[in-house]
């Protein structure tokens, strides 16, 4: 493989995404930060994004397929009352199973336990009981372990204590291996395969296209749930509570999404705009799901859905649509935040920033009114570059990879994403999250190059399709003369070399930043798998990336409280 200029000795063996002359403190808004200037002079040539907007030429996207399809949907809170006392009745029960003993084969069971707590997507329920067990287990793991020959057990307990940051050392693994360092034949064969059932046959395909590790947890757990009641031997208990709770979970999420639906119908952007941009509302909070699902962070949902499809809108408005110049007024109304300025703005440019000011406005209106929560902009700021993507997709000079990852790795929007879905959490913990951003964490770094690699490798035919230059894959074919499989082939090997890191990083820190934070930016990273598995599932979303949008807000577990409708009248 080639060997990338971008690694340096920042951290050891990567370099930080951002100039040494990164301010000290972040913006007043996010969106002040898009205008970072280039490093280098750019030469700018004229393209037909400088000619009049009439004469402009565009991809066109097609509105939304879901349309008013959740805003027509029936909503009764006394069904989410009936669910919650349903599940209270069953929560003691299952507490009685987490109970800690110091039984050796009563402690694994307990970790088989809580391996399908999270499985199930229901683990936030008894996270006291869980994290109790976790911390007597690992200080007794030596002698848990001693002896165990059952290589699914140890795989179980190996990930569960690693999920929740647990070193536990690969090294267990080596019982089950040869001279050769291979595992032994008699291995290979304990597995469930072979002629297996169709649920268990489902089940490893969906393994195989997106590992667990990968995968988002409650993405992971609509699918589970299905599986584990198809299951011979199966908790009666667990399977029950879990059918509840993700019923429970769907009221919640269908009805931010009926708010969300009316909200964007008001914003009339579709009519007010030419059809240059993505129109992903009910993607924006699917996303804003995988950040955080459980109940309680339903504010923070619904402003993160805003805030994405804002982002959206100002990506596509800067990297689709608008021309260097118009870009850099857009970036300097926006740096002033001044109203007024707004009106020197072409018409398009208009609405785009009364829509930047209307949806900072709504979130800080919607902060105040929410108890216990307070609005504060300025720490969930990121910086954005686009004014260097307009600049490099029109210019003649071609930036370094190093230069372009530099600048690519902060757009891909990691650092935005995580901080500005660190507004849901309370106070103190969204405090700390934003030091902790502002450190220029390494987990992040590496989660913010893996997402601009796997960005654009998916979305690189659309891209030279458009006539946009500006991609990495691009611009490491030119400097390293390499043809396009090989490009795909280096950087997949890069890719998993991230996620590597990405996991070392989780366990090195994980005593020094709190879980609810460093879980967050992990499920950022889960964006990235989720979206560009295959292809670009975010800017053509049918295919998988719908299939997970219909897994959690359109199918339902056996008879449903509320009877949802077929996505097939979509």
């Known amino acids: 493989m080639k060997t990338l200029t971008f690694f340096g000795p920042k951290y050891g063996t990567q370099v930080s995404l951002l100039s040494p002359n990164v301010v000290s403190k972040l913006p007043r808004l996010l969106l002040t930060s898009f205008a970072r200037k280039p490093t280098k002079p750019v030469c700018v040539k004229t393209t037909d994004c400088d000619l009049v907007e009439s004469k402009r030429t565009f991809n066109k996207f097609p509105r939304s397929h879901w349309g008013d ?39 694994k069971e307990r970790i088989l336990i809580i391996d399908l707590l999270v499985a199930l997507g229901m683990a936030y329920h008894f996270e006291d009981e869980i994290d109790d067990n976790l911390k007597h287990g690992f200080e007794n793991i030596e002698t848990t372990m001693a002896g165990e020959n059952d290589l699914s057990t140890v795989s179980v307990m190996f990930w569960v204590f690693r999920t929740y940051g647990y070193n536990l050392c690969s090294d267990m693994f080596r019982r089950f291996k040869g001279e050769d360092g291979k595992f032994e034949e008699c291995h290979t064969k304990d597995v469930k395969g072979g002629t297996c059932p169709p649920h268990i046959s489902r089940l490893i395909q969906n393994e195989l296209y997106m590992p667990q590790h990968h995968n988002a947890e409650i993405l992971f757990a609509s699918e589970y749930i299905l599986y584990y009641k198809q299951e011979d031997v199966h908790n009666k208990v667990l399977l029950e509570f879990a059918k509840l709770n993700f019923k429970f979970l769907q009221l919640h999420w269908i009805h931010e999404l009926k708010i969300l639906t009316k909200w964007w119908n008001d914003q009339d952007l579709l009519s007010k705009l030419p059809p240059y941009f993505r129109d992903r509302m009910v993607e924006c909070h699917l996303y804003a799901v995988i950040y955080y699902f459980e109940p309680q962070y339903s504010f923070g949902r619904i402003m993160l859905a805003k805030l994405l499809v804002l982002l959206t809108v100002v990506d596509d408005t800067c990297d689709r649509y608008g021309s260097v110049p118009e870009v850099a007024k857009l970036l300097d109304c926006v740096e ?80 935005a994403t995580i901080a500005l879905g660190l507004l849901g959490l309370g106070p103190k913990a969204r405090e700390h999250g934003y030091e902790w951003l502002k450190s220029r964490p390494k987990l992040v770094h590496d989660l913010a190059t893996k997402g601009r690699l796997m960005n654009d490798m998916g979305g690189f035919k659309d891209d030279i399709g458009r006539g946009f230059i500006a991609n990495v894959v691009n611009y490491y074919m030119k400097e390293y003369g390499a043809t396009e499989e090989e490009t795909y082939k280096d950087f997949h090997k890069i890719v998993r070399d991230l996620e590597k890191s990405v996991n070392s990083e989780f366990l090195k820190i ?24 295959s292809g670009d599932g975010y800017t053509r979303p049918k295919g998988k990336f719908t299939e997970y949008i219909e897994s959690l807000f359109v199918e339902h577990m056996d008879a449903p409280v509320m009877q949802y409708a077929s996505s097939s009248t979509l």
């Open 510 to 533: 994980n005593k020094g930043v709190p879980r609810e934070i460093l879980s967050r930016a992990l499920n950022c990273g889960k964006m990235i798998d989720v979206t560009y598995r």
């Open 336 to 415: 002033r935040w001044d109203p007024e300025l707004g009106e020197s703005l072409p018409d398009y440019l208009k609405t785009v920033f009364k829509f930047t000011l209307d949806v900072f406005e709504d979130c800080e209106r919607a902060g105040k009114s929410e108890e216990g929560l307070s609005f504060n902009v300025e720490g969930a700021l990121a910086e954005r570059t686009h004014l260097n993507f307009a600049e490099w997709a029109a210019a003649e000079k071609v930036p370094t990879v190093e230069e372009y990852l530099e600048v690519g790795g902060v757009a891909v929007t990691m650092y």
């Open 69 to 107: 399809h959740f805003l027509r949907l029936p909503f009764n809170v006394s069904d989410m009352d009936v669910l919650t006392i349903e599940m209270n009745a069953l929560k003691p029960t299952i507490r009685k199973m987490l109970i800690y003993s110091q039984d050796v084969e009563e402690t």
